[in-house]
């Protein structure tokens, strides 16, 4: 797992996982979530908050925000952080 580089929208983060690496994707929800148990081991602390793939609703996606661990819906238009993962 690894960060993309800088934050993107929800309609950009696919494009940020595989422009450095083709086999790579965003997490679903509860795959990153899971990545909370070893966040110290796979460095996933600040920044705070992850955007995952999975959709809440036609306009939020579910969030991740690493410092207290739950998740929440946050706006697919504004610029989150993406930890790829590989296919």
């Not at 450095?20 to 796979?42: A, F, G, Q, T």
């Not at 602390?45 to 579910?62: E, I, L, M």
């Amino acid at each position: 797992a690894r960060n993309a580089s800088g934050t993107h929208t929800f309609d950009n983060a696919p494009k940020a996982c595989t422009s450095e690496d083709p086999d790579s994707r965003i997490p679903n929800i509860d795959e990153l979530s899971s990545m909370l148990i070893n966040k110290d081991l796979i460095n996933l602390s600040a920044p705070d908050d992850f955007r995952s793939g999975s959709v809440y609703n036609k306009g939020k996606v579910w969030t991740v925000r690493v410092t207290v661990g739950h998740r929440y819906a946050y706006n697919k238009t504004t610029p989150l952080f993406v930890r790829c993962i590989k296919r």
